[in-house]
């Protein structure tokens, strides 16, 4: 028995960093597309013959798209399974991602746009759910190891699209990555165990039920309320600092806006670290200090220095993927029913706040500027950290059997 014992034991942690390495493939799919043109919006803006505010309705649309099918990727989740939905998903981002590119107007690219933010939530709201029902302890530093993914994703797509349209054309950098989605596709249908704990699908009426019941939970309220915010705060940030650098006195080209992302690999780094703090001090205290962090990083950009934007840059972001994980692994610990309709009704909440956060600085640009908009991002990033605070209860999270 001696002898047989290490390997029981190594053998289910080798099935758990290959789990945990599977849901970084899927982080790294959902962010992939979704806001890699922002560092495009300029260029985009010059060859559409568009205003900036019109321009970043490529971004709204497709949160808002988001935001329409969050809720039902819960429902086909439960029925078809986990790994079935984050798959077919990955594979059908692909096709928007490539018709994109053969865009002959904006209102051609906002239909393409549209479609890839109506298959992104079945990566991104079925794999939280997949998490916090796979994990019977230590879903806080699992569900950092998967906004690392994000984070890497997120910075990738932004890096690419970026690179080869500064190197051929913007067209190019929808085909790259709609091919990236092909292979992401591959490797998690590889590298994502089925789900070992799937439930008997509820019927359409219970889980409606459940979401109304999940809507009336004030804890999960507050919890969506947070997720609309934190979005908001990324979403803002870093849409419209592209209009702010690509003007004097910074000037930079399309490249140089493709490398501001490189801020994005500091919370890449950080975030796995802050998942265990998660798991140790509890959801709220992590909440506080990333928002606060946030605020503080995206007054620094105020400073007409590019070392201190990137820096406020990087402070704003990292809070956003702390946060993330924070409310995203809340939820496991809150809702008692329904894990995937709950997490649907987040990152539909989360999802809109993106929407409201590519759409609603436009006015506050238009008339002030990149200050007015900082303003506009820090009071929402008290707002975070003041609904965290009344409505969250400290607590650790439990382990579950």
């Known amino acids: 028995m001696a002898d047989v014992a290490p390997l029981d034991i190594a053998a289910p942690r080798a099935h758990r960093r290959t789990q945990t390495l599977a849901v970084v ?11 890699a043109p922002q560092p495009l919006l300029p260029m985009l803006s010059s060859a559409f013959q568009v205003s900036a505010k019109a321009v970043t309705r490529v971004m709204a649309v497709s949160t808002f798209a988001v935001v329409l099918a969050a809720p039902l990727v819960g429902i086909l989740a439960d029925r078809f399974g986990r790994k079935r939905v984050i798959v077919r998903s990955a594979v059908l981002l692909a096709v928007p991602a490539l018709l994109a590119a053969t865009s002959a107007s904006l209102g051609q690219l906002l239909l393409w746009r549209f479609w890839q933010g109506i ?32 984070v890497l994703g997120g910075f990738s797509g932004r890096m690419v699209s970026a690179l080869v349209a500064a190197e051929f054309s913007w ?24 789900d070992r704990r799937r439930k008997p699908a509820p019927r359409t009426a219970s889980m409606a039920g459940a979401m109304w019941r999940h809507l009336r939970n004030p804890r999960l309220a507050a919890t969506y309320a947070v997720g609309f915010c934190v979005l908001f705060t990324l979403v803002a940030a870093f849409t419209y600092v592209n209009f702010y650098l690509a003007a004097p006195p910074f000037g930079l080209s399309t490249r140089g806006l493709g490398l501001v992302f490189t801020v994005y690999l500091v919370g890449a780094a950080i975030t796995p670290i802050a998942g265990r703090a998660i798991d140790r001090m509890g959801h709220r205290f992590a909440l506080t200090m990333a928002m606060a962090g946030g605020a503080a990083g995206i007054s620094l950009t105020l400073v007409p220095h590019l070392v201190f934007v990137m820096a406020g840059l990087a402070m704003c972001c990292t809070g956003v993927w702390i946060a993330q994980s924070s409310a995203s692994s809340y939820i496991g610990t809150v809702a008692k029913e329904a894990q995937a309709a709950a997490v649907g009704l987040y990152v539909m909440f989360y999802y809109l706040g993106g929407s409201f956060g590519s759409e609603l600085p436009g006015h506050f640009w238009t008339r002030g500027g990149w200050p007015v908009c900082v303003a506009l991002i820090v009071a929402v990033q008290l707002l975070t950290v003041t609904l965290g605070a009344i409505f969250w209860r400290p607590q650790r999270v439990e382990p579950r059997a």
């Open 171 to 194: 067209r190019w950098s929808f085909v790259a990555l709609g091919v990236l989605d092909v292979l992401g596709a591959v490797a998690m249908w590889i590298w994502l165990p089925a």
């Open 119 to 150: 298959f992104t939530p079945g990566i991104f709201a079925v794999t939280i759910a997949y998490i916090n029902e796979e994990w019977a302890d230590g879903a806080g530093s699992a569900m950092a190891a998967y906004v690392a993914g994000t």
């Open 25 to 35: 493939f899927a982080g790294f799919c959902a962010f992939l597309t979704l806001y």
